[in-house]
């Protein structure tokens, strides 16, 4: 059956894409707003301590002072901490001009990945750009702290791979929303960028495999697979860092779940499978495509097992019917017990 996206080009869905992102968005672009202002508050108030400086001390000498000590000198000596110089002035406005523009701006946002180019290497891309934001930020602690060194820290005023951000860096990612054609879907490489807050949806447009992100399933990632954005908001509020693929249509040979790290503890109860698509029969002495291997990775994370009874609260409890099937580690435990002799 042909979803809401079916007629929108991958521009179109990636804007309802990114709307679905919305709080995450807003929490990126306000730190950065913040972070402006501190700066701009911080400049002044230093050029106004330096423009006022000779009258402060005037008038705190008093008439004393008027021909026989040089005001300038005497201010200068006594208020040298919030003296600052024009080096420190230099990369404090780098540094607001970098955060500004990812402030105002929101076409950082959206990736796109041309015919035949590499996924993984476009959002490395993308994220590293990004990194100028944490970089700058981190020049201008150095800057007000006096210890801004030209030779080691001018680096941070260009970019800082992701592989460089700091943990509450990583909570405060911006999501990325990523149009790819189904042909260049080659999601595994983006695993190491799945941590902090980081959230990326992949908007593809064409067929795919089953299950592409079947592979990424872990106990701490949210993922998703959709063609309805309105499944982005579980996404967006996550408080794990996530992945989603939006299809530009649903289609009945790609499948469609929600991998929620808060429903649960076991796999089968954070994983819950919308459609499941047929796996097609592979002929005696022919390999079964890779794609295959996708689909039963997701049956076995979704399958509840055997002899499972649910409690009211909706975690597993251990099977209680005396006919079921003993787990593996216990057969095993009564195999050595009857190779012992426990009456010698």
């Known amino acids: 059956m042909p979803s809401d996206n079916a007629g929108l080009d991958s521009g179109d869905l990636a804007l309802e894409a990114l709307k679905a992102l919305t709080p995450r968005v807003e929490a990126f672009h306000s730190a950065v707003a913040s972070a402006v202002e501190e700066i701009r508050t911080f400049v002044q108030s230093r050029r106004g301590a330096s423009d006022f400086r000779a009258e402060r001390a005037l008038m705190e000498l008093g008439p004393f002072a008027v021909g026989r000590i040089d005001t300038e000198k005497f201010s200068a000596l006594m208020d040298d901490a919030e003296n600052m110089s024009s080096e420190t002035e230099g990369v404090l406005e780098r540094a607001e001009e970098i955060l500004n523009g990812f402030s105002v701006?929101?076409?950082?946002?959206?990736?796109?990945?041309?015919?035949?180019?590499?996924?993984?290497?476009?959002?490395?891309?993308?994220?590293?750009?990004?990194?100028?934001?944490?970089?700058?930020?981190?020049?201008?602690?150095?800057?007000?702290?006096?210890?801004?060194?030209?030779?080691?820290?001018?680096?941070?005023?260009?970019?800082?791979?992701?592989?460089?951000?700091?943990?509450?860096?990583?909570?405060?990612?911006?999501?990325?929303?990523?149009?790819?054609?189904?042909?260049?879907?080659?999601?595994?490489?983006?695993?190491?960028?799945?941590?902090?807050?980081?959230?990326?949806?992949l908007v593809v447009k064409g067929p795919t495999t089953a299950a592409p992100l079947a592979r990424l399933i872990t106990p701490g990632t949210y993922v998703v697979q959709t063609a309805d954005v309105a499944d982005?908001?579980?996404?967006?509020?996550?408080p794990h860092p996530g992945v989603a693929l939006l299809f530009d249509e649903e289609r009945p040979e790609q499948a469609?779940?929600?991998?929620?790290?808060?429903?649960?503890?076991?796999?089968?109860?954070?994983?819950?499978?919308?459609?499941?698509?047929?796996?097609?029969?592979?002929?005696?002495?022919?390999r079964a495509p890779v794609w295959l291997e996708e689909l039963a990775h997701l049956e076995a994370m979704a399958k509840k097992p055997a002899g499972l009874t649910v409690g009211v609260d909706g975690d597993g409890v251990a099977p209680t019917s005396p006919d079921a099937e003993p787990e593996p580690a216990d057969r095993l435990a009564a195999f050595l017990l009857s190779q012992v002799d426990l009456g010698s």
């Open 232 to 238: 982005l908001s579980g996404l967006a509020t996550s």
């Open 105 to 201: 701006g929101k076409d950082f946002h959206n990736v796109v990945v041309g015919p035949g180019e590499d996924l993984r290497d476009a959002v490395k891309e993308a994220l590293d750009d990004v990194g100028r934001v944490f970089g700058a930020s981190r020049a201008v602690e150095l800057a007000r702290g006096g210890r801004f060194d030209p030779d080691q820290h001018n680096v941070f005023l260009s970019s800082l791979s992701f592989r460089k951000w700091n943990r509450p860096e990583r909570r405060l990612a911006p999501p990325l929303v990523v149009e790819v054609g189904g042909e260049d879907l080659l999601p595994a490489g983006l695993g190491e960028f799945l941590d902090g807050l980081v959230k990326i949806v």
């Open 256 to 286: 469609r779940f929600v991998h929620d790290p808060e429903a649960g503890a076991a796999s089968w109860q954070r994983l819950t499978v919308s459609h499941m698509p047929e796996q097609p029969s592979v002929g005696r002495g022919r």
